[in-house]
């Protein structure tokens, strides 16, 4: 199992920035897909989650009307559209895979990937 997270930089506040997750290794389409973000000397976060389909997401209320999830199934990658960036939206984002919304919010995924590093600074 392989989540490959990618698209990290470094931005300028109220710019933007998308990550994409490339997924292999299990039946992508069976699993709730989650984005998640741990800045500096901070615990991790729930960021946003989208269902098997596509068809159901949901946000934290620090992202809501900035940042999409999309997914591409037949691509086996997930996508976080970063939009108004803030400086602290600065943290290593992960993307991971669930069985449920209840269990992204709760953070008990089943795969991690290894994380990209996103700076919102001037």
């Known amino acids: 199992v392989q989540l490959q997270a990618s698209g990290g930089g470094l931005v300028q506040p109220g710019g933007s920035l998308r990550l994409s997750c490339a997924a292999s290794?299990?039946?992508?389409?069976?699993?709730?897909m989650g984005w998640f973000r741990q800045a500096p000397g901070k615990e991790r976060e729930f960021v946003a989650g989208i269902s098997w389909g596509g068809g159901s997401t949901y946000y934290a209320d620090s992202v809501k009307g900035r940042f999409t999830i999309s997914r591409d199934n037949a691509k086996n990658t997930v996508y976080l559209q970063m939009n108004s960036l803030k400086p602290e939206d600065t943290a290593v984002y992960y993307c991971a895979a669930g069985p449920t919304l209840i269990a992204a919010i709760r953070g008990s995924m089943d795969y991690w990937g290894q994380g990209t590093l996103v700076t919102v600074s001037s």
């Open positions: 290794g299990f039946t992508f389409d069976n699993y709730y």
